[in-house]
């Protein structure tokens, strides 16, 4: 996504979503003139474990953020979107309904624009009756940090459609049809991770969604109750996922789909990896596929560890991914890999990437009484690699979308 967020955090307790809708309700009524018909919070999310495998039908493990994207809307009767994003000073971006066209001119007018345009778009592509509205957008989701800013905005977009228009569209839906508005309108082949992660995550747990079929299940994650706490080290590397190395690596994995004849790569055994890698010519679809399968292994692996209430010992299985996101996929950066590096050499438990990669974000799993060390460790990293300072935060499973005002 090219831009509505900021960088500041938020709660997400009734008190601090009040008193969000309520600026967001103020600055609407700036732009606009009257109040709106009410405000929608989507959250950003951060993947615990499951990278790269949404849209091979694999599984995933994210939690929400407490940070959130807020669109006060009001409703149009003649056919006008109206888009304000209260973090660019662009002005309002207008667009006729009946000229939306998928990749069409809205990017040229404001590249954040096409996002909830998109998810307008989507709406109609399916059938949905939806008339034109007003849209006044604030977030705290971090930009191109690998942290889903573009999946708040359309979430958070659908749900105050979705009202707005008495669509009644269950979270489920609403997910599948901001995926379609982002692969189809926007023009960039996610999967449904973030969309499913900020549509349906509920406070305090991580979500186990198989991405096939959308089975979901909502796993308790309470670290503090364990002395412990997972970190995000936001590199401040702005990663752009439309530039086709995504789309790239997601054609790869289609390939090696295909050369062993099954419906996507969610379906080769980890049992019998290796037999699948040998029958692949290609060596870059070979690493593409053997990350992929190894893991969806590590997602299970996670769930077993979890459920067995044993969270330290998932530390190894963070790095372990982050290995094969870098060696494997190859989606890596250096600053992720320092701070990977940097943070289990101070003490933590584990540490990866999160995201889509190439910048972005990482994990880290550390106990409660080396967490500040290892923030200084990375930091001191960082700052004798010449890189940009990192912002280092917690990450809190929050709830998923809802309206606030």
């Known amino acids: 996504m ?105 990017g040229d007018r404001g590249g954040w624009a096409a996002y909830p345009a998109g998810v307008l778009w ?53 997910a599948r049809i901001c995926r379609h508005g982002e692969n189809d309108f926007v023009g960039v082949p996610v999967g449904i991770m973030d969309q499913m992660a900020s549509a349906c995550c509920t ?18 994650f309470d670290l503090a109750a364990r002395g412990l706490r997972l970190l995000v080290v936001d590199t401040r590397v702005k990663h752009a996922l439309g530039t086709g190395a995504y789309a790239e690596r997601r054609a790869g994995c289609e390939a090696g789909a295909a050369a062993l004849g099954v419906r996507a790569l969610r379906d080769v055994p980890y049992e019998g990896l290796d037999e699948a890698l040998a029958r692949l010519d290609d060596p870059e679809v070979r690493r593409l596929v053997r990350h992929v399968v190894t893991e969806n292994r590590r997602v299970e692996e996670t769930i077993r560890l979890l459920d067995a209430g044993d969270p330290r010992a998932i530390g190894p299985v963070l790095t372990a991914g982050h290995a094969s996101l870098r060696d494997d996929f190859a989606v890596s950066c250096p600053e992720l890999d320092t701070v990977v590096e940097s943070a289990n050499a101070a003490g933590a438990l584990g540490a990866r990437m999160t995201g889509g990669g190439f910048g972005g974000s990482a994990i880290v799993l550390v106990e409660d009484a080396v967490a500040e060390r290892v923030g ?19 990450a809190v499973p929050g709830g998923g979308a809802r309206r606030t005002g």
Do not use: K
């Not at 406070?203 to 308790?220: I, S, Y």
């Open 2 to 106: 090219t831009g509505t967020g900021g960088t500041s955090g938020t709660g997400t307790g009734d008190t601090t979503d009040a008193v969000d809708a309520a600026r967001a309700a103020d600055g609407f009524r700036e732009v606009y003139g009257p109040a709106p018909d009410g405000v929608w919070a989507a959250p950003g999310r951060v993947n615990l474990i499951g990278e790269h495998t949404d849209y091979n039908d694999g599984f995933v493990m994210p939690l929400a953020l407490p940070h959130t994207c807020r669109v006060a809307a009001a409703r149009r009767d003649d056919g006008v979107l109206r888009l304000h994003s209260g973090e660019i000073g662009s002005g309002v971006v207008q667009l006729d309904l009946d000229t939306l066209e998928p990749r069409g001119p809205v």
């Open 122 to 174: 989507s709406l109609r592509a399916h059938g949905y009756r939806v008339g034109g509205a007003d849209l006044h957008i604030e977030s705290t989701v971090p930009v191109g940090a690998g942290l889903s800013s573009s999946a708040a905005l359309e979430v958070a977009t659908a749900f105050a459609l979705d009202e707005l228009n008495a669509l009644e569209l269950t979270p489920e839906e609403i």
């Open 203 to 220: 406070a305090g747990h991580a979500l186990h969604l198989d991405t096939r079929d959308l089975t979901q299940r909502q796993v308790p």
């Open 376 to 394: 200084t460790a990375v930091a001191s990293a960082f700052a004798a690699a010449g890189y940009r300072e990192p912002r280092v935060f917690e």
